[in-house]
């Protein structure tokens, strides 16, 4: 296992599916009357946040404590610390106190790799910018794989802003590396140039992606983007890329319907659509705290520690 | 007054021969000079070029003295093989006054280490809404001739217009950092694979090669001079080639990084690769090369642009944009152009000292190396090496992309009219005022 987790990229086959079989195992423990586990006794987890993520922190949180771990919220947005040589000195500061690792959430794509370079501990990249959110994709397949039985072969749909999604830009590395395939579904305005480069088909046509789709994931639609000239209209984004119900009756009967949260229902996916069997959404919340548990596990204590990077 | 006598010097890739400096001048070309009175430094191997002209430098003075002064970049200039330097108006107060220009000469001729040219904001606090007053700066002791807003592109049509119009008076020329805005908002990289990839946002071959398109045509529409900084890209080179066969009077420049460095290097989100324009794909970098060796592109210059650690110590996105160039532009050259065969050295002084000068409309600087010329003199050793070491530097910042890097060519000595400012690689003892021009 590497010292860090800073893209989802940097997995082999085999220590991705390392981590998820670890969290399999991790959900066991969950499912135990105590859930908890003495492996990181003595070890700090710091969870630094410099943007609001009650879900993932919290995730990252329940993982840490059910490994034992001591854990410290270190939530930087507000204070004084918004940018530049802020980043240095909270590295500074937490490598005085001793964390062994920092998972850190950062609206600058690019920080985790920059904080890696200051603190000798771990870091787990828990979401930075544009650009990568390793964890996610790592329970997404996970989920997959719970619910299909396989991820190898799979086709799976990312629908929504591949452009700004981090979540997108994780799953297609980790897809690429299970197995399965990935197909992007996006007004044109929000497909980045140069994504020729990526392990993914593109398609502007959600119907007609939908029925070869065993796995749909929709994206969230930040509010800033709307009225940013990416789409005429909330309306025409949800008549062509939402899903709706009589999309998701366009889908085989064993598919499944994900979303990393938080969601805009009507806007993206439909209430009945989120709400429905096929959804996995709540699935992966739960799977998200087994995930993260595997990581900080292997990056920390567990039996792959301690190779360099 | 110094005299010094080159000994076996080759001058532009010809036979040795002797180059006697006296009295400010070049006394005397030829092999087997009496020396005279003269102090002889032997040349054997090394080859002279006029000294280098650089016709886009920051020395952040006055107001982020922090980063770089008058008297640390103009050293470093001299280090690099510069006898003269067009210093960029983006300091604070702007250059956007005979007040401030004058201010930034007078620190350049107190320091001695190279002539200092200041550029001229082309509008008032380089703000794209009025016009400064040019002629105000071109009449002051300064004589500007060079005006530019370089950080910020002068998009507004007209105001564009009216200044490439309005500085016709005085022989002037606008040189236009050309970047849309709109399509560049919140852009940190080349947009392209590597952006897509690293999600940052990416700055468009377009948003500059749109610019330089209208510009261009503007230029030819008003009959005026237009100079292009920084041209980062394959289709800005296209559009100049084109304009240039047209008769529009454009020149253009390229950075030694441009020549040298592509995005991917932004993959560890190290922001001493942070620039403005941003580093390129390979391809464009070998279409930049190949116009500098048509001459399409007209002349080097260094975008030299110092930062404090705390401004490059960073995450990539709050960093500043900019890298240091003075002190390694003729070794990045000198790997991306002579080892290459693209440029021979008479090329290299004609792309770094005399286009630069002609442009800059600089009397004495830029040539030839004959009898009667001012004797502003670099002298290089084209067979030495030189590892980048960030901390011997002598600008007083430390972002350079070069850092640990092994380039050819090493500069030995400048003599700014006759009078050495560097000798063995190191800044000449004597120092003290240059006398300016």
Same mark, same amino acid.
């Given at each position: 296992?590497?010292?860090?987790?800073?893209?989802?990229?940097? $997995?082999? %086959?085999? &220590?991705? *599916?390392? #981590?998820?079989?670890?969290?399999?195992?991790?959900?066991?423990?969950? =499912?135990?009357?105590?859930?908890?586990?003495?492996?990181?006794?003595?070890?700090?987890?710091?969870?630094?946040?410099?943007?609001?993520?009650?879900?993932?922190?919290?995730?990252?949180?329940?993982?840490?404590?059910?490994?034992?771990?001591?854990?410290?919220?270190?939530?930087?947005?507000?204070?004084?610390?918004?940018?530049?040589?802020?980043?240095?000195?909270?590295?500074?500061?937490?490598?005085?106190?001793?964390?062994?690792?920092?998972?850190?959430?950062?609206?600058?794509?690019?920080?985790?790799?920059?904080?890696?370079?200051?603190?000798?501990?771990?870091?787990?990249?828990?979401?930075?910018?544009?650009?990568?959110?390793?964890?996610?994709?790592?329970?997404?397949?996970?989920?997959?794989?719970?619910? $299909?039985? %396989?991820? &190898?072969? *799979?086709? #799976?749909?990312?629908?929504?802003?591949?452009?700004?999604?981090?979540? =997108?830009?994780?799953?297609?590395?980790?897809?690429?590396?299970?197995?399965?395939?990935?197909?992007?579904?996006?007004?044109?305005?929000?497909?980045?140039?140069?994504?020729?480069?990526?392990?993914?088909?593109?398609?502007?046509?959600?119907?007609?992606?939908?029925?070869?789709?065993?796995?749909?994931?929709?994206?969230?639609?930040?509010?800033?983007?709307?009225?940013?000239?990416?789409?005429?209209?909330?309306?025409?984004?949800?008549?062509?890329?939402?899903?709706?119900?009589?999309?998701?009756?366009?889908?085989?009967?064993?598919?499944?319907?994900?979303?990393?949260?938080?969601?805009?229902?009507?806007?993206?996916?439909?209430?009945?659509?989120?709400?429905?069997?096929?959804?996995?959404?709540?699935?992966?919340?739960?799977?998200?705290?087994?995930?993260?548990?595997?990581?900080?596990?292997?990056?920390?204590?567990?039996?792959?520690?301690?190779?360099?990077? | 007054?110094?005299?010094?006598?080159?000994?076996?010097?080759?001058?532009?890739?010809?036979?040795?021969?002797?180059?006697?400096?006296?009295?400010?001048?070049?006394?005397?070309?030829?092999?087997?000079?009496?020396?005279?009175?003269?102090?002889?430094?032997?040349?054997?191997?090394?080859?002279?070029?006029?000294?280098?002209?650089?016709?886009?430098?920051?020395?952040?003075?006055?107001?982020?003295?922090?980063?770089?002064?008058?008297?640390?970049?103009?050293?470093?200039?001299?280090?690099?093989?510069?006898?003269?330097?067009?210093?960029?108006?983006?300091?604070?107060?702007?250059?956007?006054?005979?007040?401030?220009?004058?201010?930034?000469?007078?620190?350049?001729?107190?320091?001695?280490?190279?002539?200092?040219?200041?550029?001229?904001?082309?509008?008032?606090?380089?703000?794209?809404?009025?016009?400064?007053?040019?002629?105000?700066?071109?009449?002051?002791?300064?004589?500007?001739?060079?005006?530019?807003?370089?950080?910020?592109?002068?998009?507004?049509?007209?105001?564009?217009?009216?200044?490439?119009?309005?500085?016709?008076?005085?022989?002037?020329?606008?040189?236009?950092?050309?970047?849309?805005?709109?399509?560049?908002?919140?852009?940190?990289?080349?947009?392209?694979?590597?952006?897509?990839?690293?999600?940052?946002?990416?700055?468009?071959?377009?948003?500059?090669?749109?610019?330089?398109?209208?510009?261009?045509?503007?230029?030819?529409?008003?009959?005026?001079?237009?100079?292009?900084?920084?041209?980062?890209?394959?289709?800005?080179?296209?559009?100049?080639?084109?304009?240039?066969?047209?008769?529009?009077?454009?020149?253009?420049?390229?950075?030694?990084?441009?020549?040298?460095?592509?995005?991917?290097?932004?993959?560890?989100?190290?922001?001493?690769?942070?620039?403005?324009?941003?580093?390129?794909?390979?391809?464009?970098?070998?279409?930049?090369?190949?116009?500098?060796?048509?001459?399409?592109?007209?002349?080097?210059?260094?975008?030299?642009?110092?930062?404090?650690?705390?401004?490059?110590?960073?995450?990539?996105?709050?960093?500043?944009?900019?890298?240091?160039?003075?002190?390694?532009?003729?070794?990045?050259?000198?790997?991306?152009?002579?080892?290459?065969?693209?440029?021979?050295?008479?090329?290299?002084?004609?792309?770094?000292?005399?286009?630069?000068?002609?442009?800059?409309?600089?009397?004495?600087?830029?040539?030839?190396?004959?009898?009667?010329?001012?004797?502003?003199?670099?002298?290089?050793?084209?067979?030495?090496?030189?590892?980048?070491?960030?901390?011997?530097?002598?600008?007083?910042?430390?972002?350079?992309?070069?850092?640990?890097?092994?380039?050819?060519?090493?500069?030995?000595?400048?003599?700014?009219?006759?009078?050495?400012?560097?000798?063995?690689?190191?800044?000449?003892?004597?120092?003290?005022?240059?006398?300016?021009?």
């Amino acid at each position: 296992m590497m010292r860090h987790l800073l893209s989802a990229g940097d $997995l082999s %086959r085999d &220590e991705a *599916l390392l #981590v998820l079989d670890t969290a399999a195992e991790m959900a066991r423990v969950a =499912a135990a009357p105590v859930k908890k586990l003495p492996t990181l006794r003595g070890r700090t987890v710091v969870n630094l946040f410099f943007e609001d993520s009650t879900r993932t922190r919290t995730s990252f949180e329940l993982a840490a404590k059910r490994l034992s771990a001591d854990v410290i919220n270190f939530s930087a947005k507000g204070s004084a610390v918004s940018k530049g040589e802020g980043l240095k000195d909270t590295a500074l500061t937490l490598e005085a106190m001793g964390a062994d690792a920092v998972v850190i959430r950062h609206a600058m794509s690019g920080a985790p790799h920059r904080l890696a370079g200051w603190v000798r501990g771990s870091v787990v990249n828990a979401g930075d910018g544009t650009h990568e959110h390793p964890t996610q994709a790592l329970l997404d397949a996970f989920t997959m794989r719970s619910r $299909l039985g %396989r991820l &190898e072969g *799979l086709q #799976v749909t990312l629908v929504g802003d591949i452009l700004h999604s981090r979540v =997108a830009r994780s799953n297609v590395l980790l897809l690429r590396t299970l197995g399965a395939e990935v197909t992007l579904v996006a007004p044109p305005t929000l497909i980045p140039v140069g994504v020729e480069d990526w392990p993914a088909q593109v398609s502007y046509d959600f119907d007609r992606v939908l029925p070869k789709s065993d796995v749909v994931m929709m994206l969230r639609v930040q509010r800033e983007r709307m009225g940013a000239v990416y789409f005429p209209s909330v309306r025409e984004y949800s008549r062509r890329y939402g899903l709706d119900a009589a999309r998701m009756a366009m889908l085989p009967p064993e598919s499944v319907v994900m979303h990393p949260g938080p969601m805009n229902r009507g806007m993206e996916i439909a209430a009945e659509v989120a709400d429905s069997p096929r959804s996995t959404i709540v699935e992966q919340v739960t799977n998200g705290v087994s995930v993260r548990m595997a990581v900080l596990y292997l990056l920390l204590g567990g039996a792959m520690g301690g190779a360099s990077e | 007054m110094s005299n010094w006598l080159l000994r076996n010097v080759t001058i532009l890739g010809a036979a040795p021969t002797d180059l006697h400096l006296a009295d400010g001048v070049i006394a005397e070309v030829g092999r087997g000079l009496a020396t005279g009175g003269a102090q002889v430094f032997d040349a054997a191997g090394l080859v002279a070029l006029p000294g280098l002209v650089d016709l886009h430098t920051h020395l952040r003075e006055p107001g982020r003295e922090d980063a770089e002064t008058v008297a640390s970049g103009t050293l470093a200039a001299a280090l690099g093989g510069f006898t003269a330097v067009h210093a960029m108006a983006n300091t604070d107060p702007a250059a956007d006054t005979a007040g401030v220009v004058e201010q930034v000469w007078r620190l350049g001729r107190d320091a001695g280490h190279c002539d200092v040219f200041p550029v001229g904001a082309v509008t008032v606090r380089r703000r794209g809404e009025q016009l400064a007053e040019l002629g105000a700066m071109a009449d002051s002791a300064a004589r500007v001739r060079v005006f530019s807003d370089d950080g910020h592109c002068v998009d507004d049509a007209v105001l564009m217009r009216r200044a490439l119009e309005y500085v016709k008076a005085f022989d002037g020329v606008v040189a236009q950092h050309a970047q849309e805005p709109r399509l560049t908002h919140a852009a940190q990289m080349n947009e392209g694979v590597v952006s897509a990839r690293l999600g940052l946002t990416g700055w468009p071959a377009v948003a500059e090669e749109s610019v330089i398109a209208r510009d261009c045509l503007l230029a030819g529409h008003v009959g005026s001079r237009l100079h292009v900084c920084h041209v980062s890209t394959a289709g800005s080179v296209e559009i100049l080639r084109w304009a240039k066969a047209k008769g529009i009077r454009v020149t253009a420049e390229v950075t030694p990084h441009h020549l040298l460095l592509t995005d991917d290097l932004v993959t560890g989100y190290d922001p001493v690769y942070k620039v403005n324009p941003p580093l390129r794909t390979a391809g464009d970098v070998a279409a930049l090369r190949a116009a500098l060796a048509d001459g399409t592109i007209d002349a080097v210059a260094t975008d030299h642009a110092p930062h404090s650690l705390e401004d490059k110590e960073t995450e990539w996105g709050a960093a500043a944009f900019g890298m240091l160039g003075l002190e390694t532009a003729l070794g990045v050259v000198a790997e991306a152009m002579v080892s290459t065969g693209l440029l021979d050295w008479a090329g290299v002084a004609d792309r770094m000292a005399v286009r630069p000068a002609r442009i800059g409309r600089l009397d004495g600087q830029g040539g030839p190396l004959e009898p009667g010329a001012p004797a502003n003199v670099v002298l290089l050793d084209p067979a030495a090496t030189v590892t980048v070491d960030p901390g011997s530097l002598a600008s007083r910042s430390r972002n350079t992309p070069y850092a640990g890097m092994t380039l050819p060519t090493r500069v030995v000595a400048t003599f700014l009219r006759g009078r050495p400012t560097v000798l063995d690689g190191k800044p000449a003892e004597s120092g003290g005022p240059g006398g300016g021009r």
